[in-house]
């Protein structure tokens, strides 16, 4: 069956330093591709989108492309702040349901 | 716009008691909803599916007379956990998808602890 396979946390980054959390997927055929996040305490945000093969998310300084060769959707961000300290899911849309990844846990330090 | 609200926020019962959950979206119509559970430090695992004025769908292995769903509105869906024991004891989470549209937008949770 479809699956999502993130790299395992916890991520620890000083601010200002570059982000990449890997994601992979399993599915057949080319489902749309999610990334949440997960503040403590807090529900799921949908932090970016993307539709189709080389389709590319963005928002707040996130990025994430859909890469259909290697089954990837890698989550980028050229600079992290405290702010962004969270779990980060990725997840993909089977049938209407999402399939999420095990989380990654990002921790920023000042 | 898409927010979805989830009441209470936290809830402690006692053993063999039973607990309602609430989950609105409050700016949109909601024709399908989703609950989860997650685990400390794990992701969230899908329990059922509701879609307004029908039977939820549940998920393997999740007992659906322990954990009662109703979605009678395009904006409510409610999760009742029945006869509540203590490793009934979760963070319980709902999301809603706008017909037509494959993101789901999520509730803040609701954490459950059973004494």
């Known amino acids: 069956g479809d699956s999502v396979t993130q790299m395992e946390g916890p991520v620890t980054l000083s601010e200002e330093a570059f982000l990449t959390i890997n994601c992979t997927y399993t599915?057949?055929?080319?489902?749309?591709l999610f990334w949440y996040v997960q503040y403590p305490g807090e529900g799921l945000q949908l932090l970016l989108k993307?539709?189709?093969?080389?389709d590319k998310g963005s928002n707040k300084g996130f990025e994430a492309t859909y890469r259909k060769e290697t089954t990837s959707f890698h989550l980028e961000k050229g600079s992290v702040q405290v702010s962004d300290s969270a779990v980060y899911f990725c997840?993909?849309?089977?049938?209407?349901?999402?399939?999420f990844g095990q989380g990654t846990e990002l921790s920023v330090k000042p | 716009g898409a927010v979805v609200s989830q009441h209470p926020s936290r809830v402690i019962c006692k053993s063999g008691t039973s607990v309602k959950i609430e989950c609105r979206s409050l700016?949109?119509?909601?024709?399908?909803m989703f609950w989860y559970r997650q685990f400390p430090k794990q992701s969230l695992m899908l329990m059922a599916t509701?879609?307004?004025?029908?039977?939820?769908?549940?998920e393997q292995g999740v007992e659906k007379d322990k954990f009662l769903i109703n979605h009678a509105s395009l904006t409510l869906s409610t999760l009742t956990v029945t006869s509540a024991h203590p490793e009934d004891s979760s963070f319980y989470i709902c999301?809603?998808?706008?017909?037509?549209?494959?993101?789901?937008?999520f509730g803040p949770g609701t954490r459950l602890t059973v004494t």
């Open positions: 999301s809603a998808r706008v017909s037509g549209r494959d993101e789901q937008y």
């Open positions: 997840a993909l849309n089977q049938g209407g349901k999402l399939i």
């Open positions: 509701s879609n307004e004025g029908s039977k939820a769908t549940y």
């Open positions: 993307a539709t189709k093969a080389d």
């Open positions: 599915a057949t055929g080319y489902p749309s």
């Open positions: 700016d949109f119509q909601a024709t399908t």
